[in-house]
């Protein structure tokens, strides 16, 4: 299925999702929820729906962001606002089932916030918690709420259109885009991206190698492995334009082998674009080539392939 095809098809499914006749329900079980018992609470969820004969649309999803809260389940009834429950245990998650996918009956008293339009007396808007209020998401606006392992969510909400206007304008606009946006180096000395990405263009010789250090060297930090866990495609998007951007045609991902829920989604994230053409020869038929792989920490070159 060519690249344009497959984004038609999953707006589709994605509206439908949305705007269906069932509830929708987001279950975190990135490495924070399943360690705090996100998929003890997602066991009983699916047991009290299928007691309950309750017709749903349960979706695994990666890390929100509020750690501390977690088991974090969020219920979306049709024609109300998401409402996300934190610390549900499975007995929480059972009541939840009854009170508010049977009944609905939101239980305000367990309800963290809500998301989307309209509100529900009792319970705040999610973003404006001050832990959230505050930010502007854009690497991390997808985590929490899209499934990571489905690529059509990913293209639903925008997904690879950055990569298809990057190879629309060409490297050296994409250079000066990157200039004009301001980014920065997120170490100490904030070194412009664009100047990075300008030294590795003009350099002389061939190949041209692109590496992504997702090592993430900070003890507990958590922040490449929350959006490698919760929206893999945007960071392996974010490769792909660099990679054009400087003439790369080899890339290599290097990720701690502690992570083992984040090298395993974005081992399946490398293969599904493998299948819509976005890795290998003449990507998008842009004359542009590039290949992934992946180097664990503790171990040696993993094929992306996997």
Not at 4 to 19: I, N, P, S, V, Y
Not at 43 to 70: N, Q, S
């Amino acid at each position: 299925m060519k690249l344009d095809e497959a984004r038609q098809q999953a707006k589709q499914e994605w509206d439908a999702l949305w705007q269906g006749d069932k509830p929708v329900i987001l279950v975190g079980s990135a490495t924070c929820g399943r360690s705090a018992g996100a998929l003890d609470a997602l066991a009983a969820l699916r047991e009290a729906l299928a007691k309950a004969g309750a017709d749903a649309e349960v979706i695994e999803t990666g890390c929100l962001g509020l750690c501390y809260a977690e088991p974090l389940i969020a219920i979306a009834r049709p024609g109300r606002p998401t409402v996300w429950y934190s610390d549900v245990t499975p007995g929480r998650a059972r009541e939840l089932v009854e009170a508010y996918v049977v009944n609905g009956v939101a239980l305000a008293a367990a309800a963290l916030g809500t998301t989307g339009e309209g509100r529900i007396d009792g319970i705040p808007a999610l973003h404006e918690l001050p832990v959230l209020k505050p930010q502007v998401r854009r690497v991390l606006s997808r985590c929490g709420m899209i499934d990571p392992t489905r690529i059509a969510h990913y293209l639903a909400t925008g997904g690879y259109t950055g990569l298809t206007r990057a190879l629309a304008i060409g490297p050296d606009q994409v250079v000066e885009e990157v200039k004009t946006s301001g980014l920065r180096g997120r170490g100490g000395a904030g070194f412009p991206t664009w100047r990075k990405w300008q030294f590795s263009r003009e350099a002389p010789g061939q190949p041209k190698y692109l590496v992504c250090n997702a090592d993430e060297g900070d003890p507990g930090a958590f922040m490449n492995r929350s959006v490698l866990e919760s929206d893999p495609h945007a960071m392996l998007e974010g490769m792909l334009i660099a990679a054009y951007a400087i003439g790369a045609s080899e890339g290599t991902i290097y990720c701690r082998a502690e992570y083992p829920l984040a090298l395993e989604r974005l081992r399946h994230a490398i293969a599904q674009m493998r299948e819509l053409g976005l890795l290998g020869e003449n990507i998008l038929g842009s004359g542009f080539s590039f290949d992934l792989r992946i180097k664990e920490g503790a171990g040696a070159f993993v094929c992306g392939e996997e």
